[in-house]
């Protein structure tokens, strides 16, 4: 996760508060449909929260007041339905435009060429990446001032106050320097706003002792809501949306109900105070979103599917571990894999690799838990471009490696990606605040259910999202 996190840190940079790329064609006014519920929207998504920590935090003795009074003041789910794969990236797509993957065409964390069979190192960033129209948008259409921290996918989005969070090889958790986290020589000088210029020099960044003992995911989210805190208070946004990767970070690198994870999200929830304050002094009447993109399921061996293909014949490689050829080639998404096969059409073909693969997870202790057919896949909106999904059994997660034996230690602890129907990967919201009904439990909603609903609360109609307004918590 820490590689997922400098690589999306480092490479754009030159995405700071006002976009440095230009901008799509500007969309037709969106005038209110409704009555409007709130003036001013706060989304917070803690990636990795899943519904079975949150729904049982008393019992895991977790220390999260914040969220919890939001909780006990509003209303929540109790199941959220993640994507496929449930990753970072292709979640928070669906969060903003509340449609699948295969609508929105963000299909997983790292772009994946099937023509050449290769995935690409850098990850999705970029906005005008994500096909079709997003809640920022929307509210921007509105009129509505509209801001982001550390969001996800928001490189060169058209938003008034856009802060992706990046930081180069310097930044580091022993320095307590916020210009290197949010400027250094990747910033083009000439799109550097008077609000940067003075959220830089302002008094909430300066040196904290206690910072240094933080790890330097934690680090990242103080500064986020620090960030996030100044522009309530100074811009007053009507719609605010920030990411916080800390505790997922923690799991993935000490395992679930860890120590280290468990401190991660209790400093989130002093993140979550800090926003809540923030509100509070600028005297605005918000209502809160705090949501996860998905849960994490335990991982102590890692499968590589592309091995197996080696052996039988349908994939060749070089002298230094590169594919060279290949009728068949598996993308690892963490704990599910995507099959391509070359020949798409040749369904004979197709039938054979599935019947490999059937067979191997009928093994005993396979590392196979399900066999994730083409229609089943498309139903979740996965890629449509894979012939059919593997799905990891339990402790597994899936390499694209080729070299070595099928199966090794894992180098992570817990991880993502699995079927959104697997209990641990439920994620979970809570809706609070303003507008919001007090009390109310939904036992099961979708992560496409969350753009429709803030554009309801707005007085606004998404009319592309495929999910529902969750009517039943709003006043």
Same mark, same amino acid.
């Given at each position: 996760?820490?590689?997922?996190?400098?690589?999306?840190?480092?490479?754009?940079?030159?995405?700071? %508060? #006002?976009? +440095?790329?230009?901008?799509?064609?500007?969309?037709?006014?969106?005038?209110?449909?409704?009555?409007?519920?709130?003036?001013?929207?706060?989304?917070?998504?803690?990636?990795?929260?899943?519904?079975?920590? /949150?729904?049982?935090?008393?019992?895991?003795?977790?220390?999260?007041?914040?969220?919890?009074?939001?909780?006990?003041?509003?209303?929540?789910?109790?199941?959220?339905?993640?994507?496929?794969?449930?990753?970072?990236?292709?979640?928070? +797509?669906?969060?903003?435009?509340?449609?699948?993957?295969?609508?929105?065409?963000?299909?997983?964390?790292?772009?994946?060429?099937?023509?050449?069979?290769?995935?690409?190192?850098?990850? %999705?960033?970029?906005?005008?990446?994500?096909?079709?129209?997003?809640?920022?948008?929307?509210?921007?259409?509105?009129?509505?001032?509209?801001?982001?921290?550390?969001?996800?996918?928001?490189?060169?989005? +058209?938003?008034? %106050?856009?802060?992706?969070?990046? *930081?180069?090889?310097?930044?580091?958790?022993?320095?307590?320097?916020?210009?290197?986290? *949010?400027?250094?020589?990747?910033?083009?000088?000439?799109?550097?706003?008077?609000?940067?210029?003075?959220?830089?020099?302002?008094?909430? #960044?300066?040196?904290?002792?206690?910072?240094?003992?933080?790890?330097?995911?934690?680090?990242?989210?103080?500064?986020?809501?620090?960030?996030?805190? &100044?522009?309530?208070?100074? =811009?007053?946004?009507?719609?605010?949306?920030? =990411?916080?990767?800390?505790?997922?970070?923690?799991?993935?690198?000490?395992?679930?109900?860890?120590?280290?994870?468990?401190?991660?999200?209790?400093?989130?929830?002093?993140?979550?105070?800090?926003?809540?304050?923030?509100?509070?002094?600028?005297?605005?009447?918000?209502?809160?979103?705090?949501?996860?993109? %998905?849960?994490?399921?335990?991982?102590?061996?890692?499968?590589?599917?592309?091995?197996?293909?080696?052996?039988?014949?349908?994939?060749?490689?070089?002298?230094?571990?590169?594919?060279?050829?290949?009728?068949?080639?598996?993308?690892?998404?963490?704990?599910?894999?995507?099959?391509?096969?070359?020949?798409?059409?040749?369904?004979?073909?197709?039938?054979?690799?599935?019947?490999? #693969?059937?067979?191997?997870?009928?093994?005993?202790?396979?590392?196979?838990?399900?066999?994730?057919?083409?229609?089943?896949?498309?139903?979740?909106?996965?890629?449509?471009?894979? +012939?059919? &999904? /593997?799905?990891?059994?339990?402790? *597994?997660?899936?390499?694209?490696?080729?070299?070595?034996?099928?199966?090794?230690?894992?180098?992570?602890?817990?991880?993502?990606? &699995?079927?959104?129907?697997? !209990?641990?990967?439920? !994620?979970?919201?809570?809706?609070?605040?303003?507008?919001?009904?007090?009390?109310?439990?939904?036992?099961?909603?979708?992560?496409?259910?969350? !753009?429709?609903?803030?554009?309801?609360?707005?007085?606004?109609?998404?009319?592309?999202?495929?999910?529902?307004?969750?009517?039943?918590?709003?006043?």
């Amino acid at each position: 996760m820490t590689k997922f996190i400098r690589i999306y840190s480092l490479l754009f940079l030159s995405s700071l %508060f #006002f976009s +440095a790329y230009p901008q799509q064609p500007e969309k037709k006014e969106a005038k209110p449909k409704y009555e409007k519920v709130s003036s001013h929207v706060i989304l917070i998504t803690i990636s990795g929260l899943g519904a079975i920590e /949150l729904n049982d935090s008393e019992i895991n003795k977790l220390r999260l007041p914040s969220i919890l009074t939001l909780r006990d003041r509003g209303s929540r789910a109790l199941s959220v339905e993640s994507t496929y794969p449930s990753q970072v990236m292709p979640a928070h +797509a669906t969060i903003a435009t509340g449609t699948l993957p295969s609508d929105h065409g963000i299909t997983s964390d790292y772009p994946f060429n099937e023509k050449l069979g290769t995935q690409s190192p850098e990850p %999705f960033i970029l906005t005008k990446d994500v096909k079709g129209d997003t809640i920022w948008e929307l509210a921007k259409r509105a009129r509505l001032t509209t801001a982001a921290v550390g969001y996800p996918l928001t490189a060169g989005a +058209a938003l008034d %106050f856009n802060l992706p969070v990046f *930081f180069d090889s310097s930044f580091s958790s022993e320095t307590n320097s916020v210009h290197q986290l *949010f400027s250094n020589q990747y910033v083009y000088p000439q799109i550097l706003s008077d609000q940067l210029s003075a959220l830089l020099k302002s008094d909430i #960044f300066k040196p904290n002792e206690k910072l240094k003992d933080l790890s330097l995911e934690l680090k990242i989210d103080h500064y986020k809501a620090l960030a996030a805190a &100044y522009l309530l208070e100074k =811009n007053r946004p009507n719609l605010l949306l920030i =990411n916080f990767q800390s505790f997922s970070s923690a799991e993935r690198r000490y395992g679930h109900g860890s120590r280290e994870a468990s401190s991660a999200l209790e400093s989130i929830d002093e993140e979550v105070k800090r926003i809540i304050d923030s509100t509070e002094r600028a005297g605005l009447a918000a209502t809160f979103l705090i949501l996860s993109d %998905f849960g994490s399921m335990r991982t102590e061996q890692i499968f590589k599917p592309n091995v197996l293909l080696e052996k039988k014949g349908w994939l060749t490689t070089g002298h230094q571990g590169q594919i060279t050829s290949w009728r068949v080639i598996v993308q690892a998404l963490g704990g599910s894999a995507a099959v391509f096969v070359k020949d798409n059409e040749n369904q004979q073909f197709i039938e054979e690799v599935e019947k490999f #693969f059937r067979d191997f997870h009928e093994k005993p202790d396979s590392p196979i838990w399900r066999i994730v057919q083409r229609y089943e896949a498309s139903k979740l909106g996965a890629d449509a471009r894979a +012939a059919f &999904y /593997l799905d990891a059994a339990p402790n *597994f997660a899936f390499s694209s490696g080729v070299k070595g034996g099928r199966t090794d230690a894992s180098p992570e602890r817990a991880g993502n990606g &699995y079927l959104p129907s697997r !209990a641990e990967i439920r !994620a979970s919201l809570i809706i609070s605040g303003k507008g919001i009904t007090q009390g109310e439990k939904i036992n099961y909603i979708r992560l496409i259910d969350i !753009a429709p609903t803030i554009a309801r609360l707005f007085g606004l109609e998404m009319r592309t999202a495929r999910g529902r307004v969750l009517s039943e918590v709003i006043e």
